[in-house]
C-alpha cells in the first residue's frame, strides 16, 4: 500500500473511533443519568448524632443517583451500635484511624486502619470503637440508605440517646435492633 492510501485509511479508521464514544452517548442518554462529580470537602457533609456515634453524609443521594451513601464516622472509644439488622442495605466499613471491634454474623474481628470488612443485608452486625483513641471509619451502605431517616435522626437531640425512639425510627426503615 502505498503512502497517500495509508494514511487516507488510517485517518479514516481515527475519525471514526473519535465519533464513537459521541454515538454512543447520544444514544445513551435517554437511558442513563449522567452524574456530575462532584467533590465534598473533608468538613464538609451533614452531621447527625446517633446513639453517641457521630455521622457525616458526605454525599448526597441525589447527586450519586442513590446508588450508596457514604458516611465519615468518627468516635471515641466506648461508642458503639448494638447488634442490628438491615433489611436493605449492604453496609461495607474501612476503618481509617484507631481501631473497631466488629461483629457480623458469627464472625467478630477488630479492624484497623486500613482494614475493610463487608456486611450483608439480613445479617446481625455490631460495632464498638476500643482502644484508647478517636476512630474514624469510612461507612458505605448500598443501595442508599432512605434519606428519610436521616433527616428523622438530625432532629434528635445529642447527649445521652433516647434508644427507644431511635429504635422506633430506624425499624420504619427497615433497621431493627436485636435486644
Same mark, same amino acid.
Request: aromatic content about 6%; overall charge positive; proline content about 6%.
Given at each position: 500500500?502505498?503512502?497517500?492510501?495509508?494514511?487516507?485509511?488510517?485517518?479514516?479508521?481515527?475519525?471514526?473511533?473519535?465519533?464513537?464514544?459521541?454515538?454512543?452517548?447520544?444514544?445513551?442518554? @435517554?437511558?442513563?443519568?449522567?452524574?456530575?462529580?462532584?467533590?465534598? !470537602?473533608?468538613?464538609?457533609?451533614?452531621?447527625?448524632?446517633?446513639?453517641?456515634?457521630?455521622?457525616?453524609?458526605?454525599?448526597?443521594?441525589?447527586?450519586?443517583?442513590?446508588?450508596? $451513601?457514604?458516611?465519615?464516622?468518627?468516635?471515641?472509644?466506648?461508642?458503639?451500635?448494638?447488634? #442490628?439488622?438491615? @433489611?436493605?442495605? #449492604?453496609?461495607?466499613?474501612?476503618?481509617?484511624?484507631?481501631?473497631?471491634?466488629? $461483629?457480623?454474623?458469627?464472625?467478630?474481628?477488630?479492624?484497623?486502619?486500613?482494614?475493610?470488612?463487608?456486611?450483608?443485608?439480613?445479617?446481625?452486625?455490631?460495632?464498638?470503637?476500643?482502644?484508647?483513641?478517636?476512630?474514624?471509619?469510612?461507612?458505605?451502605?448500598?443501595?442508599?440508605?432512605?434519606?428519610?431517616?436521616?433527616?428523622?435522626?438530625?432532629?434528635?437531640?445529642?447527649?445521652?440517646?433516647?434508644?427507644?425512639?431511635?429504635?422506633?425510627?430506624?425499624? !420504619?426503615?427497615?433497621?431493627?435492633?436485636?435486644?
Amino acid at each position: 500500500m502505498n503512502r497517500n492510501k495509508f494514511l487516507k485509511l488510517t485517518t479514516d479508521i481515527g475519525a471514526g473511533i473519535i465519533s464513537i464514544p459521541t454515538f454512543a452517548r447520544s444514544k445513551t442518554t @435517554k437511558f442513563v443519568n449522567i452524574l456530575e462529580p462532584t467533590i465534598v !470537602r473533608n468538613e464538609n457533609g451533614k452531621t447527625i448524632h446517633i446513639i453517641g456515634h457521630t455521622q457525616t453524609l458526605k454525599l448526597p443521594v441525589k447527586n450519586i443517583n442513590g446508588s450508596f $451513601t457514604l458516611i465519615k464516622e468518627e468516635n471515641h472509644p466506648g461508642t458503639g451500635i448494638p447488634l #442490628d439488622v438491615h @433489611k436493605n442495605e #449492604d453496609e461495607v466499613f474501612k476503618v481509617m484511624e484507631g481501631e473497631m471491634e466488629l $461483629t457480623v454474623g458469627e464472625k467478630m474481628a477488630v479492624l484497623k486502619p486500613g482494614d475493610v470488612a463487608f456486611g450483608p443485608k439480613g445479617v446481625l452486625h455490631a460495632c464498638k470503637i476500643i482502644g484508647d483513641k478517636k476512630a474514624k471509619v469510612i461507612l458505605r451502605e448500598l443501595p442508599a440508605g432512605n434519606k428519610k431517616i436521616f433527616k428523622e435522626l438530625s432532629k434528635l437531640h445529642e447527649g445521652p440517646p433516647d434508644f427507644q425512639v431511635i429504635a422506633e425510627i430506624c425499624g !420504619r426503615y427497615g433497621i431493627n435492633f436485636i435486644s
